[in-house]
């Protein structure tokens, strides 16, 4: 079996061809591009809500008389939110049949111009605003009201901060 040599000039072209093929392999896997989407979704808001704080409530509401509102909201969405106004949708109520029939329990003006922060999944501190309810004269007579708390129907208006 005879093997035939190689001169030095092949080898070194060889060489040289196979170093210049696996360049521009390596070339072309490096430089490799493409197009495509990438997708991201729009959370969805959630509505803000309070938290029951009637038992921090003051005892300053009467007949014919304003009392403090109290109130800490809750945001369940994944970001943070600046409350800028609170208005009622409603009289309040007490849980208490003749109390209600008796006297009404009215928020009579939005409370705006605020800049209440509230955390994402977070609550807003302990908020209360001294007059900002009414009790009618109505029932004055009817003592049924006395140590109540009311429940004062609410609207939340803020946006993401």
């Known amino acids: 079996m005879t093997f035939r040599t190689l001169s030095k000039r092949a080898i070194i072209t060889s060489l040289f061809l196979g170093i210049l093929l ?12 493409g197009t495509g989407n990438g997708y ?17 409530t003051t005892n300053d509401l009467y007949p014919g008389g304003d009392g403090t509102l109290t109130i800490q909201i809750h945001n369940p969405n994944t970001y943070a939110v600046t409350v800028n106004s609170i208005t009622a949708t ?9 109390c209600t029939a008796a006297n009404t329990v009215t928020m009579p003006t939005a409370i705006t111009g605020q800049s209440i922060p509230v955390l994402a999944g977070g609550d807003s501190l302990v908020l209360t605003y001294p007059g900002a309810v009414h009790m009618s ?25």
């Open 137 to 161: 004269l109505g029932g004055s007579a009817d003592n049924s009201c006395q140590g109540l708390v009311f429940s004062i129907p609410v609207t939340l208006t803020g946006v993401n901060s």
């Open 22 to 33: 696996a360049g521009s392999v390596a070339f072309a896997w490096w430089t490799a591009g």
């Open 40 to 56: 991201a979704k729009a959370a969805t808001a959630s509505p803000l809500t309070t938290v029951d704080v009637s038992a921090s």
């Open 90 to 98: 409603g009289p309040g109520t007490s849980g208490v049949a003749a």
